[in-house]
């Protein structure tokens, strides 16, 4: 299993440009989330999805878009970046369906800069 | 909605010691803590979590303790390997969100 994977690793945009993050998991799992991460903040939750076509926001929703067509994808849409958005974003997935008393399984990151 | 505060955010010591973080919540409704290690450049890792009806988890090296009265738990380490050191972050879970901690810098020293 290649488990939870992201991309791109790094990403620069520039103010008001839009991009998509991937995030895929082969480990059919059904619980799916999106974390941004700034220094001394911890893991703050963006998005998350407890199945295919089923969303809900986070913590720190504005200024981000997800959508789940499958179990295995759950893109994050950044609509006009700002430079607020800098920070390390981390897709998560666990097997616990609606719960998250599970191991949640991070990928590797994406670093994002907008200039 | 839940707040999770760590502390400290830095710790440094020696190769051997012992190191202890740890976690105040906010939400008496929380029932999960785990605690995650992340290491440079990659993505936090589960190290050991614990539900609301057990006070005490150990496993080899590392326990967690909660104290759902006072609504706040404690990682400890003991005998601390350099290869210990990384980024530790705690959080609580009230069942569909996980509420993650600032994080604590722990340095071992060989």
């Known amino acids: 299993n290649a488990g939870v994977t992201q991309t791109p690793k790094f990403q620069v945009l520039k103010t008001g440009q839009s991009m998509t993050l991937q995030c895929a998991q082969d480990?059919?799992?059904?619980?799916m989330s999106w974390y941004r991460q700034d220094p001394g903040m911890g893991l703050r939750l963006i998005h998350y999805?407890?199945?295919?076509?089923?969303?809900d926001q986070g913590e720190v929703p504005n200024g981000y878009n997800v959508s789940r067509s499958t179990t295995e994808d759950f893109p994050l849409r950044l609509l006009s970046a700002a430079p607020s958005q800098t920070s390390v974003y981390f897709c998560?997935?666990?097997?616990?369906?609606?719960?998250?008393?599970?191991?949640?399984?991070f990928g590797p990151g994406t670093r994002l800069t907008v200039t | 909605g839940e707040n999770v505060e760590q502390h400290p955010s830095t710790l440094s010591v020696q190769e051997g010691d012992s190191a202890v973080i740890k976690c105040t919540y906010s939400d008496s409704a929380s029932n999960y803590f785990p605690w995650y290690k992340q290491e440079l450049g990659k993505g936090p890792q589960l190290i050991i979590d614990i539900r609301s009806n057990v006070g005490e988890k150990k496993d080899q090296r590392i326990a967690v303790t909660l104290n759902k009265t006072a609504k706040h738990f404690s990682l400890h380490i003991t005998e601390t390997q350099p290869e210990d050191s990384a980024v530790y972050f705690c959080a609580a879970d009230r069942g569909n969100m996980l509420t993650f901690g600032g994080g604590t810098r722990l340095m071992v020293k060989p």
């Open positions: 998560a997935s666990s097997y616990g369906g609606a719960r998250t008393d599970y191991e949640q399984y």
């Open positions: 999805s407890v199945g295919a076509g089923i969303t």
């Open positions: 480990m059919n799992h059904e619980y």
